[in-house]
């Protein structure tokens, strides 16, 4: 393997702990490395690469207060911080399954754990920007969206560089499905699957499959995938996904909640188990995954009004049948408090927080306080801070109050 030169390219390095900083720095500098920029927690970072464009981001996982860094790696996929041609390298001292997991999900080009060596450093991030100088022009063309273009120049590394014949085969597959090639994305897959039984070739068969609507064959790759590979947690997803197709909800939900106790840090997972729960009435459930949804918004590029809606909606309807308990009334007046504190301009956020507060007051029989909640909603719909109450919602409030 040829020695990169590193002078040329510059790096973020991401890490709370000034003795881990320090070091690491010093080996980045004696790689040759002479742009090295710093950032302590993963707000600082956000702000840093939303600023400057990086060869080389190597960031901790462990980051102290805020953001973790798979929350860090989260918003930067999201928002699309870094492109493809960039080298993202997670560093952590844990090898817990949850941590490996989360990480993995949000797809960092390799993690190295602690304690390393300065040679294992090298070696890693040395092999991670060979294979990058390799797939430049791939990944551009993906950057740029441009996938037909993407899969000429997989086809031109395959031809050059035969050991990453199987990271490319993996790309142009992407690609077709990106492109709805659906035929010929299956024919690839296939091909792998036959000759070399990678799990990503029998996953992106199950897609082919899903997008096709043979859903009775993909949930069967699916669940021989997820017996093969149990950490492969996509897999769980698209399964849920498939058993929706197929009417069947529970055993959607029954997928989600496996997924999540391989992996539960991921805030999109837990609010598809909220919606699915509600969706079959099974509000305790709902209730659960919004609550862990709500308590990793927190620090999450999701963090939009509707995780806490979803929460104050499950409790809602659980206090359908009676009174909530005191941990539930809890729980509503926590979330109800963020609502207020961040979301409450949003007009259409303020009627629904109003509604499920009323909902709550209804079963625990305070209907006075309940008549007193629509009468603010009803004053404030004159000046537009609030969306005006449904005719439904008027009439059964006026059966209810007596108007």
Same mark, same amino acid.
């Given at each position: 393997m040829a020695q990169q030169d590193f002078s040329t390219k510059k790096a973020l390095l991401i890490e709370d702990m000034a003795e881990a900083r320090i070091m690491q720095r010093k080996m980045l500098t004696d790689f040759g490395f002479t742009s090295i920029d710093i950032a302590m927690k993963a707000e600082t970072a956000i702000e840093l690469l939303r600023s400057k464009s990086f060869d080389v981001i190597l960031s901790?996982? +462990?980051?102290?207060?805020?953001?973790?860094?798979?929350q860090l790696l989260e918003e930067v996929r999201h928002s699309k911080l870094i492109p493809n041609t960039a080298t993202y390298l997670m560093v952590t001292a844990e090898t817990s399954i949850e941590m490996v997991m989360g990480a993995i999900e949000y797809q960092p080009d390799g993690?190295?754990?602690?304690?390393?060596?300065?040679?294992?450093?090298?070696?890693?991030? @040395?092999?991670?920007l060979e294979t990058k100088e390799r797939l430049?022009?791939?990944?551009?063309?993906?950057? #740029?969206?441009?996938?037909?273009?993407?899969?000429?120049?997989?086809?031109?590394?395959?031809? @050059?560089?035969?050991?990453?014949?199987?990271?490319?085969?993996?790309?142009?597959?992407?690609?077709?499905?990106?492109?709805?090639?659906?035929?010929? &994305?299956?024919?690839?897959?296939?091909?792998?699957a036959k000759s070399r039984k990678m799990p990503w070739a029998l996953f992106g068969k199950a897609k082919c499959y899903y997008f096709t609507n043979e859903q009775d064959k993909a949930e069967k790759l699916l669940r021989q995938l997820m017996l093969d590979n149990r950490f492969f947690v996509s897999a769980y997803d698209w399964l849920a996904k498939v058993l929706l197709k197929q009417d069947k909800p529970k055993e959607a939900q029954a997928a989600l909640i496996e997924a999540i106790t391989k992996s539960p840090k991921n805030i999109l997972r837990q609010m598809e188990l909220g919606r699915i729960s509600l969706m079959i009435e099974?509000?305790? $459930?709902?209730?659960?995954?919004?609550?862990?949804?709500?308590?990793?918004?927190?620090? #999450?590029?999701? @963090? $939009?009004?509707?995780?806490?809606?979803?929460?104050?909606?499950?409790?809602?309807?659980?206090?359908?049948?009676?009174?909530?308990?005191?941990?539930?009334?809890?729980?509503?007046?926590?979330?109800?408090?963020?609502?207020?504190? +961040?979301?409450?301009?949003?007009?259409?956020?303020?009627?629904?927080?109003?509604?499920?507060?009323?909902?709550?007051?209804?079963?625990?029989?305070?209907?006075?306080? &309940?008549?007193?909640?629509?009468?603010?909603?009803?004053?404030?719909?004159?000046?537009?801070? $609030?969306?005006?109450?449904?005719k439904e919602q008027n009439d059964r409030y006026a059966k209810l109050f007596g108007n």
């Amino acid at each position: 393997m040829a020695q990169q030169d590193f002078s040329t390219k510059k790096a973020l390095l991401i890490e709370d702990m000034a003795e881990a900083r320090i070091m690491q720095r010093k080996m980045l500098t004696d790689f040759g490395f002479t742009s090295i920029d710093i950032a302590m927690k993963a707000e600082t970072a956000i702000e840093l690469l939303r600023s400057k464009s990086f060869d080389v981001i190597l960031s901790d996982y +462990n980051l102290g207060k805020g953001k973790d860094g798979q929350q860090l790696l989260e918003e930067v996929r999201h928002s699309k911080l870094i492109p493809n041609t960039a080298t993202y390298l997670m560093v952590t001292a844990e090898t817990s399954i949850e941590m490996v997991m989360g990480a993995i999900e949000y797809q960092p080009d390799g993690y190295i754990t602690k304690p390393f060596s300065q040679a294992m450093l090298q070696r890693r991030l @040395n092999k991670l920007l060979e294979t990058k100088e390799r797939l430049f022009k791939v990944n551009k063309a993906l950057d #740029s969206k441009k996938y037909s273009d993407a899969i000429k120049q997989a086809e031109k590394v395959i031809e @050059n560089h035969p050991s990453l014949e199987g990271k490319c085969e993996r790309i142009i597959g992407d690609c077709l499905l990106e492109l709805r090639d659906y035929r010929k &994305a299956f024919s690839l897959f296939d091909k792998v699957a036959k000759s070399r039984k990678m799990p990503w070739a029998l996953f992106g068969k199950a897609k082919c499959y899903y997008f096709t609507n043979e859903q009775d064959k993909a949930e069967k790759l699916l669940r021989q995938l997820m017996l093969d590979n149990r950490f492969f947690v996509s897999a769980y997803d698209w399964l849920a996904k498939v058993l929706l197709k197929q009417d069947k909800p529970k055993e959607a939900q029954a997928a989600l909640i496996e997924a999540i106790t391989k992996s539960p840090k991921n805030i999109l997972r837990q609010m598809e188990l909220g919606r699915i729960s509600l969706m079959i009435e099974d509000s305790i $459930t709902a209730e659960m995954a919004y609550r862990k949804a709500v308590f990793l918004a927190k620090h #999450s590029c999701y @963090n $939009t009004s509707e995780v806490y809606l979803k929460h104050l909606e499950s409790l809602a309807r659980i206090s359908d049948a009676g009174t909530l308990l005191p941990r539930q009334q809890d729980n509503f007046d926590s979330t109800l408090k963020k609502i207020h504190e +961040n979301f409450f301009e949003e007009p259409e956020t303020r009627a629904k927080s109003y509604e499920y507060e009323m909902d709550v007051c209804i079963a625990s029989g305070e209907t006075t306080t &309940a008549k007193q909640i629509f009468e603010v909603w009803l004053s404030e719909v004159g000046s537009a801070t $609030t969306t005006a109450p449904t005719k439904e919602q008027n009439d059964r409030y006026a059966k209810l109050f007596g108007n």
